[in-house]
Structure formats: C-alpha cells, structure tokens
C-alpha cells in the first residue's frame, strides 16, 4: 500500500476482492433490494467476469497467508493460534506517510467546527484545506494513514489456504485516517478491529464472544462487536483524541 496512485476505498475494495476471488470481478453494491409500502424492488448485480488470470491470484493469495504467519501479521495470528480460534486466514497491512503539505483531516475538521462559530458571528471564514495542511502552525507533527485487509474461512488455523472459491471466505478492509497515539503501523491500529470483524461475520463470535463455528448460509448477516462501537459518537470529530493521549485505535 504506502506511497500509491489515487484511488478511492471503493476502488481499492474492489481491486482486492477481485485477487482474492480468484481473479474474478465481481462489482460491489450497498443495496440488494428497495423496499417501499411492502413493495421489494431487486436491485440488480453486474455479473461477474475475469480479469486476472488464476495462478497468479493463487501465488498472491499465498504471500498474503505468509504475511499472516510470519509477516506483519504474526502478532494477531499467533494471538488467534492461543486463542484456538478455527481460522484460516491471510492479509496486507498498510501504513502510509502522508507526505509535507497534505491536508490532514483532524485540522480541517477543527477548522470546519471553528468556521461553524465564525458563521455565527459573522466572521470571515477559514480555508479549512489549507489549514489542514502538514506543517500549519501550531502542527507540526507527521499524519499517517493505517489500514489492514484480511480475508479468511473457517478451517484449520495452522493449515494451507483453499484455493480461491473453494470455502465461504469473507474479506475485512478498515483503513484509519490519523490514528493520533503515538502508533501509526496498520497492524497495530487496524489490525485488531478487522480481525474482530472478520471473527464476527464469519460466525466465530456474536458480539466479541466466542461461538462454536458453524458457516451461514446468509454471508451478509453482520454483527459488529460492542468493542468497537460502544465508544462511537454520531459526530466524526468527537473521536479525535487529544494530542497527549494515546490511541488503541
């Protein structure tokens, strides 16, 4: 991931599931259905079709398993192993340096609040992209951005992966813009919430308590742990911590 040509989450998403499926692109959606005085309109899907040929989805599937084993990864895999969870996973995590100059989102949200007030008072407004900007006294501190991808089955945790289309799998990706402790590694901010996502959506836990594996006919039946967002407030910038306080996040 790091330093990267501009894509949005979506696009990233997209990419990524196209290599784990195989090879096969399958476009994403938010909606199946609309529905509207007990009237169900289907929202249609694309089909599918390949764009990348097979082998070489396997191999990076596979560097994605040694990644989990024995990568940035090891630490949350050698957790899940003393756990006894029945996982079979791989992953990529992410750390990005945002480079001198860029709009850091946690100023510009502060600059967007103040601008709320100078309305208000009928003061000239900031140019929030600019004080956001790296290096904006009294900023001075690098921003970055952690994120991690994983995917996985139930199955054997010390196993071999399957070969793509071969077990239900289910793909976790959460990026973090600006953890503000003093850890930034996508494995370290990342790491733990996407796990715990994937746990969940594949049956393993409800809520964050361990559940006898079993595999679901519904794959999008999801049940986020109370963990992550038993802290979450409805307004992004109340989950910006201060600068002296440091971020599991």
Known sequence: MGHQIQCTLWQHTEGLLTVIRGGERLPLRVLRSVECREKVRAVSAMPPRTVFSN?????????????????TGERLYEELLAEEVPLVWGGKTGTTHKPPKTACAHIELACAEENVERRKNGQPLLNCTKEGSVGTPPHSRDCYTASMMA????????????????????MVFIVVEEPRGSKYYGSQIAGPATMAVLREALKLTRDGQPLVASHSSDPFTLNVPKAITQELSEDPAHEIPSEDKESGR
Do not use: K, N, T, Y
């Open 55 to 71: 082998a070489p989805c396997e191999e990076v599937r596979g560097m994605m398993r040694l990644a989990a084993q024995i990568g």
């Open 151 to 170: 995917f996985g089955s139930v199955g054997d945790p010390r196993g071999s992966l399957p070969l793509a289309g071969e077990e239900h799998e289910v």
